[in-house]
């Protein structure tokens, strides 16, 4: 009995180091598909964590957790929206109040000032944050943080970009009041080491956009969210992301997503713990190619490489692993960035 209850206890305790954070777009039947959930969609992803023992957290709350070295509550899950489009105050917000969820706002100030067509005014983000939601920074203008001006260098870029972040900053001190928590959302989800590195100088937590889990070795200014829209709208793609756990990762090489040469790039990751992790499970979705399975160089350390280049854009590495012992899969992608041959950018679809 005893030793029945010791694997109990280990159990739970192992269930309790996941949390997940969901980023949504748009909450509409009107807007652009691939980054959206209908209503209806939405209304279920939501229902389904109130009945299935889910427990919907402040995204501060959550990262305060985690900074701490703290596990974060059982099945946790943070909601959070990128740009504020005026359809999440009419579609979104009112399900969330049906069911008491706490969530997110990351905004950029300049298309909201300038009056873009289906934003948030700043009189409806002071209202919601009024009623509780919390407001955190998506750049200035939701540009490209990464790439530099014509005849910038990197010390002139950098200090564009932190002044920009300070701006948005300062914007949202007016619209919700102080924070204990700075947070960064990067637009389109492009990082690179130099931006993390900013992130951190001014004290804040940052937001990717590859999928994962979020743990105890979860890096501060690179923190995994699940998108969720288009073709992952549907609340059946939306379940196995729900139970997934954090992959361990305590080093991977290379550790700067931006690609500026080798752009087939041989990931080396290093866990941190493998007790729990089903190595011989584990599989690697890259661009353009089946899934495959990495190569072992040790016991915790394991390689993964595309077979050919990278396109020009965004691309990932998503690797998962079945748990030995509960429901759900170590999750952990790689966000890469490259530029076009000539240095160039591609254009956004």
């Known amino acids: 009995m005893h030793k029945v209850l010791l694997f109990v206890c280990a159990w739970f305790s192992g269930l309790a180091q996941a949390a997940v954070v969901l980023q949504y777009h748009h909450v509409s039947e009107t807007s652009p598909r691939v980054t959206s959930v209908t209503p209806a969609e939405f209304r279920s992803h939501m229902d389904f964590l109130a009945k299935n023992g889910f427990k919907v957290v402040p995204l501060t709350d959550l990262v305060a957790q985690i900074k701490r070295g703290e596990k974060p509550p059982l099945r946790a899950v943070a909601i959070s929206f990128d740009d504020g489009y005026q359809n999440i105050a009419d579609n979104a917000v009112p399900i969330l109040k049906e069911y008491g969820f706490p969530y997110?706002?990351?905004?950029?100030?300049?298309p909201m000032v300038e009056g873009h067509k289906g934003m948030m005014s700043e009189a409806t983000l002071k209202q919601l944050a009024s009623e509780g939601a919390e407001i955190a920074n998506h750049?200035?203008?939701?540009?490209?943080?990464?790439?530099?001006?014509e005849g910038e260098d990197e010390s002139a870029w950098l200090l564009r970009i932190k002044t920009?972040?300070?701006?948005?900053?300062?914007?949202?001190i007016r619209i919700r009041g102080e924070t204990t928590q700075p947070m960064l959302a990067y637009p389109f989800g492009e990082y690179n080491a130099a931006l993390q590195s900013l992130a951190s100088?001014?004290?804040?937590?940052?937001?990717?956009?590859?999928s994962g889990a979020l743990g105890r070795y979860s890096a501060l200014t690179a923190l995994p969210r699940f998108p969720v829209g288009g073709r992952y709208a549907s609340l059946e793609t939306l379940k196995e992301k729900l139970y997934s756990l954090p992959m361990?990762?305590?080093?991977i090489s290379p550790a700067d997503p931006l690609l500026l040469q080798d752009w087939q790039p041989r990931m080396k990751v290093t866990l941190a713990e493998v007790a729990d992790i089903n190595k011989a499970g584990m599989r690697c979705f890259l661009p353009n190619q089946e899934a495959v399975s990495p190569r072992w160089l040790d016991?915790?350390?394991?390689?993964?490489?595309?077979?050919?280049?990278?396109p020009p854009g965004r691309s990932r590495?998503?690797?998962?692993?079945?748990?030995?012992?509960?429901?759900?899969?170590?999750?952990?992608?790689?966000?890469?960035?490259?530029?076009?041959?000539?240095?160039?950018w591609p254009k956004e679809p």
């Open 299 to 310: 016991d915790v350390s394991f390689e993964v490489q595309a077979d050919k280049p990278l």
């Open 164 to 172: 920009q972040l300070l701006q948005t900053e300062a914007a949202l």
């Open 248 to 251: 361990p990762v305590a080093t």
């Open 201 to 210: 100088e001014l004290g804040m937590v940052a937001f990717g956009q590859q």
């Open 139 to 149: 750049s200035y203008d939701h540009g490209h943080l990464v790439r530099r001006l």
């Open 104 to 110: 997110t706002l990351f905004v950029s100030i300049a």
């Open 317 to 344: 590495y998503n690797c998962t692993a079945p748990s030995k012992t509960q429901k759900g899969f170590y999750w952990f992608s790689q966000a890469w960035l490259r530029p076009n041959k000539d240095g160039s």
